[in-house]
């Protein structure tokens, strides 16, 4: 596993997600678990998503973040 630069903070990253022009325009960012777990932990992800009001689903080995408020419906 490769070494992380020591700028690269759990906020920073957090900020970098949040912050992405697809995130700014409320459409859906995904990313790996283990990404996710390595750099900030589940817990911290999730308050992040609580506090920006944002849903997410685990599916397979990724986390797939809604970046807005709207209700999620499963097609199938």
């Avoid at 759990?10 to 996710?36: H, M, T, Y």
């Amino acid at each position: 596993m490769a070494e992380l630069p020591e700028y690269l903070t759990p906020d920073l990253w957090l900020d970098q997600i949040f912050s992405s022009k697809e995130a700014q325009r409320g459409g859906v960012v995904k990313r790996q678990i283990r990404d996710v777990e390595r750099l900030v932990g589940r817990q911290a992800f999730a308050r992040a998503l609580e506090r920006k009001g944002f849903q997410a689903v685990e599916n397979g080995r990724h986390f797939v973040v809604f970046c807005n408020g709207a209700p999620i419906r499963r097609v199938r």
